[in-house]
């Protein structure tokens, strides 16, 4: 705590642009962890939920753009097809970035159209490979409903399933690189001109969270998908009935999709008018 409180202090005094020290804090917290797991079970991690509160340098005040259906879209179809199934995945799920790259093909169950967000990828400072950790950033195992367009590409990837990992997205039956999936998300938020209001990998949970409040117009739907503990952080929710992650999910889905044939049907209403 000492240290970071210096760290604080001195990026204070030297007016740095950093935000905070919340980098240094993840990927302490992630080496505890690994020692603790590989090592020695009874160490207890000194890294505490108080740190990461403390390491702040400056709070950003700036609003962040949630996605419209819309621009959602755009961006999926700008994407190369193995990553577009990792955005859509993503998206249905309302999940971190983290929990898409380490989800386990046996944590799917197609016969209850379930599927099981416990295993996460961890990247370091350098967004390398560290591990894979075996509980979301909260703590909190999620069971999420296979809608279709989510069972279709679990399904596809289950048939492409590697030999030497089970993980449902992998290079070569490793998991996937951060850098890889953040070039590839930027590369397409660019070629619609998205880039700059939007960036980086967790625009899709933030956006789901928007278009699931507008959808259901009710919070406690948000928080059942996006399975945040408390209503500050979305106004955030978990411990709600699974019904609920199955129903907002499918209601997203479903809204998407219309959304999705109106803007084919008036790219061919104004085609048929230029005739």
Not at 32 to 56: C, D, Q
Not at 147 to 166: A, F, G, H, N, Y
Not at 265 to 270: I, R
Request: a positive charge.
């Amino acid at each position: 705590m000492r240290f970071f409180t210096e760290k604080v202090n001195e990026a204070i005094k030297k007016k740095s642009k950093r935000m905070n020290f919340h980098q240094e804090i993840a990927d302490l917290n992630a080496l505890f962890n690994y020692y603790k797991e590989h090592f020695n079970y009874r160490f207890h991690n000194p890294v505490t939920k108080g740190l990461k509160a403390s390491s702040v340098v400056r709070k950003n005040t700036r609003a962040k753009e949630k996605m419209s259906a819309q621009e959602f879209l755009l961006f999926f179809n700008a994407l190369p097809e193995f990553y577009r199934d990792v955005a859509l995945v993503q998206s249905r799920l309302a999940a971190r970035v983290g929990e898409v790259a380490g989800l386990q093909i046996s944590n799917i169950d197609f016969k209850k159209d379930k599927a099981i967000v416990k295993d996460v990828v961890v990247w370091g400072r350098k967004k390398e490979f560290i591990e894979l950790k075996p509980n979301p950033k909260n703590g909190e195992i999620r069971t999420c409903h296979l809608t279709p367009d989510l069972k279709e590409i679990l399904l596809k990837r289950v048939r492409l399933k590697s030999s030497v990992s089970d993980y449902v997205f992998h290079i070569d039956g490793l998991p996937l690189k951060y850098r890889a999936i953040q070039y590839n998300y930027d590369h397409a938020l660019k070629k619609v001109g998205l880039y700059g209001r939007f960036s980086g990998t967790h625009l899709i949970r933030h956006g789901m969270a928007s278009i699931a409040l507008e959808v259901c117009e009710n919070i406690s739907f948000v928080q059942a998908l996006t399975g945040h503990k408390t209503l500050k952080l979305a106004q955030h929710y978990s411990g709600l009935p699974t019904k609920l992650q199955e129903k907002a999910a499918l209601q997203v889905e479903s809204y998407l999709n219309e959304v999705a044939l109106l803007s084919v049907a008036n790219v061919q209403a104004c085609a048929d008018e230029a005739v």
